[in-house]
């Protein structure tokens, strides 16, 4: 407990952040969380995944962005990525997050550029995840995609939360529209209002979404490294006669490798979830402080090498 209060308020330390972020050793410390600071590293690390079997979802790093021109500046890259996935033809989508994009400076201005992203992407025959954030954004996020859906069917879809109460009647709203889902646990610090408080009932809700979502004619994907989750899916499946082609398996670049793996062997679709960029450090710390036993993992692989 007190190493994660150490790495989370690290994570907040800008001197330490300079000096990882624009160091070789520090690139290096990265490479087991993010693909790298380029497009470039971004291209190569998927080609490694795809060549193992895995499909992925690309996430440009970026703080919250606050004016207009940053906005347009993060959406830029999005849009050569998309050209560099078609132009190599690698199985992988992207992952957007609305507050990147330009939502905190208008909601105008965020729905124009992700909209302007999700048509590029329907034009490559490719899809946008845009990501979900705290509850602030919930129904936003909701709403956008639903009119992005209606304008570029297909070619956009969201994310769920177990941990909150509302998802439940969302899952329902997204899936009658045939709208993909992602779902996960959720990651951001929500109060009893909105969140089960109990780690029990999150895992429970999950289950019971996740039931739901693969019997559903959606193709949808079930984003987490609880093992407990994923047998859970795959016992269900089976006892359905679900075929694995009808959902996939999400988890993030580097974190539970093994099981990444395995799922793989077993006949499943795995879709890893690549961040790149050049502001990895809050995402890399966060990573860390979700098990600490990872900073001696990267201290010791830091020194071998
Ligand atoms: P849980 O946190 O219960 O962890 C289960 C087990 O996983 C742990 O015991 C450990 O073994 C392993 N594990 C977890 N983190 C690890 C780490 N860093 N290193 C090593 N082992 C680790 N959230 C959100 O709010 N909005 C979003 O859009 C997304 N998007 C998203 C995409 C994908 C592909 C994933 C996998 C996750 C997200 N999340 C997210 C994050 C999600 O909400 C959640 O916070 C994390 O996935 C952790 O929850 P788990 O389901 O993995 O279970």
């Not at 998927?46 to 919250?64: I, K, M, P, R």
């Not at 124009?112 to 992407?121: F, L, S």
Request: proline share 3%; with cysteine; net charge positive.
């Amino acid at each position: 407990m007190m190493m994660r209060s150490i790495l989370i308020s690290l994570s907040q330390n800008s001197s330490l952040r300079k000096l990882l972020e624009q160091t070789r050793p520090g690139r290096k410390l990265s490479g087991r969380f993010v693909a790298g600071t380029t497009l470039d590293d971004a291209v190569r690390v998927t080609e490694t995944l795809n060549a193992e079997g895995f499909s992925v979802s690309l996430d440009s790093l970026g703080e919250s962005v606050r004016t207009a021109a940053g906005a347009r500046a993060a959406a830029e890259i999005y849009h050569l990525l998309l050209d560099r996935i078609a132009g190599k033809s690698l199985n992988a989508n992207v992952s957007v997050k609305l507050t990147g994009v330009g939502l905190d400076v208008s909601a105008g201005l965020g729905e124009q550029v992700t909209g302007e992203i999700v048509e590029h992407a329907a034009r490559l025959g490719n899809f946008v995840r845009i990501d979900m954030e705290g509850t602030p954004y919930t129904e936003v996020t909701l709403k956008l995609t639903e009119d992005l859906h209606g304008r570029f069917p297909g070619a956009v879809g969201t994310v769920l939360q177990s941990y909150l109460y509302r998802t439940k009647d969302d899952a329902e709203r997204l899936l009658g529209q045939g709208i993909r889902i992602r779902l996960c646990k959720g990651a951001y610090k929500e109060g009893p209002e909105h969140a089960f408080p109990s780690k029990a009932d999150v895992d429970g809700s999950y289950v019971t979404l996740a039931e739901r979502m693969v019997a559903s004619d959606v193709y949808c994907g079930m984003a987490t490294h609880d093992e407990k989750m994923i047998a859970a899916v795959e016992r269900f499946v089976k006892e359905r006669g679900i075929a694995r082609d009808r959902f996939e398996f999400q988890m993030l670049y580097g974190v539970r490798r093994d099981l990444q793996r395995e799922l793989l062997g077993r006949g499943y679709g795995v879709r890893v979830y690549l961040p790149f960029g050049t502001d990895w450090f809050p995402y890399f710390m966060r990573r860390l402080a979700e098990r600490p036993a990872n900073v001696i993992f990267i201290l010791k692989n830091l020194f071998k090498s």
